[in-house]
């Protein structure tokens, strides 16, 4: 077991505070194509079950009241991947969206992307066009799932800084009104409050171009846990790791 686990686990039934929960959770879904190689299976068996992961902890947040859930399922670097394996990815992606679809009015929920959508295949782009459509009449949703798809942190703060830059010009904003919250607004980001928690499974302790903006204080939950093992018990565990961090923002 790697040093970051040998802080405390929880006792048997220890469960987190339900009152100190993060309102907002960012995950790395990393270690799907370790995963699969480890049973012999194709890479793309690996994406296949960590898909049903990420249905099974959304819907685990949702229920434990967290109203924001941003999940990393591909980045402006995975396109040099095998062109079957995106295309799997991409497949998976349509299938999850086109449940959501379905799911969201009576479930309560709304999703929204970011990163660049354009360059998806078209039917795709549509889907995600329309699943955001659809998520903004759920009346009374209270919680939020954030795709990362086509997303690069750096690439999200140069789309920023270019948009801003536009209404520099055209005379919306002006250079002395740029602050940390007036930017944060061209953000994919916008107006929701930063990741409190940000969880990377599968032994890898690096943020890898997610949330870099957004992450500045979030506390960071790493296990070796591969993506489609992550099971409610591990996602409890990160939970009651971070109700025993205590979060000082620069402060005493
Ligand atoms: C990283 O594991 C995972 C990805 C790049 C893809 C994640 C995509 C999904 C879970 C499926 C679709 C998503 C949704 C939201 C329905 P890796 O392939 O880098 O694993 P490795 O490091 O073990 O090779």
Redesign the pocket.
Known sequence: MAFWNKKKQPEAGEGPDPSRLPRHIGI??????????KRGLP?TA???A??E???TI?YRCRDLGIPYLT?????TE?WK?PAE?VSA?MD??R???LEALEKMEKDGFRIRFFGDIEPLPPELRQLCLETVETGSHVAGAKYQ?N?C?NYGGRDEILRAARAWGRDLLSGRQQVEDLTEETFARYLDSQTIPDPDLIIRP?G?LRLSNFLPWQSAYAEFYFTDV??PDFSPAVLDEALVDFQRRQRRFGGV
């Open positions: 790395i879904m990393d270690g799907n194509g370790r995963w699969a190689k890479r690996g994406h296949a960590g898909a992961t990420f249905r959304a999940v990393y399922a591909f980045s995975n991947r394996e990815i998976l992606l299938k999850y969206l799932i795709v798809l599968s890898e591969l993506w």
